[in-house]
């Protein structure tokens, strides 16, 4: 997969080349290109943004320029990419929104600061048949776009195959059977006199499995009960409904 990223602060994207992230681009699974916004300035002052037509506080940012950055780094590769434009006010990035972008050849982030890029730079780029999506990753608000790249860049490029040692924590992840995962223990059996639950030490694995559904179940309905109001009626079994 071929990952490109604009951005005023080309050194914020600096942590995906750390830790998993940085092994995927090293084992040669992700093509990683940061650019800076910049580069596509023309005035001394490298300015990139302006004062809001109609008027109001902050300041947005100019589409000449994102216009000519996005066609120079679009034609970098024959591959169309999903572009993606990190807002407040996208739709939400979820679980479901990670798998799909992971089965994409490239993803273009365009991290926008201030108060927004100028709407009609997504409009343009529609415009050419160019798929994008405004994605916020939560409802809280950010100062640009590029902490949520480096949130939604992980959570892609970990789905991608190979990346995890071993693929059947993907498959087990809290989000992929819409319930919350419960919670895990390890070595000593017991710890500052807390025992670990006998259940998981009696090597009895239908037990095992059913303890661990009960609890995934427990945790989502007290931390987040609209997840499990949006389970289809299908997704549980006779046990999950008697519980
Ligand atoms: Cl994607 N961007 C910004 N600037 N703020 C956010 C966000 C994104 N998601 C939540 N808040």
Redesign the pocket.
């Known amino acids: 997969m071929r990952i490109d990223v604009i951005t005023i602060f080309p050194g914020y994207l600096a942590p995906l080349r750390e830790a998993l992230l940085g092994r995927a681009i090293a084992a040669g699974l992700v093509d990683l290109d940061v650019h800076d916004l910049r580069d596509w300035t023309h005035d001394v002052h490298q300015a990139v943004d302006d004062a809001p037509y109609g008027g109001g506080p902050g300041m947005v940012m100019r589409p000449q320029v994102w216009g000519e950055a996005l066609d120079a780094v679009l034609a970098r590769d024959a591959r169309t990419p999903r572009i993606v434009?990190?807002?407040?006010a996208?739709r939400p990035?979820t679980q479901a929104t990670a798998q799909e972008w992971a089965g994409a050849e490239r993803l273009l982030f365009a991290?926008?600061?201030y108060e927004?890029i100028d709407q009609r730079v997504v409009d343009d780029a529609r415009g050419r048949g160019l798929p994008v999506d405004e994605?916020?990753?939560?409802?809280?608000?950010?100062?640009?776009?590029e902490?949520?790249?480096l949130?939604?860049v992980e959570a892609v490029v970990r789905l991608l195959p190979g990346v995890l040692g071993n693929p059947a924590s993907a498959e087990q992840d809290s989000f992929s059977d819409g319930l919350l995962e419960g919670p895990a223990y390890t070595r000593p059996e017991t710890w500052r006199g807390l025992a670990v639950p006998e259940v998981l030490r009696s090597g009895n694995h239908a037990a095992i499995a059913r303890w661990r559904r009960d609890r995934a179940l427990e945790r989502t309905a007290q931390r987040r009960p609209d997840l499990l109001a949006a389970l289809p009626e299908r997704a549980l079994d006779k046990a999950d409904r008697a519980f």
């Open positions: 434009v990190p807002t407040p996208g990035f991290c926008g600061r927004g994605v916020s990753i939560g409802d809280y608000v950010l100062v640009g776009g902490a949520a790249v949130v939604m």
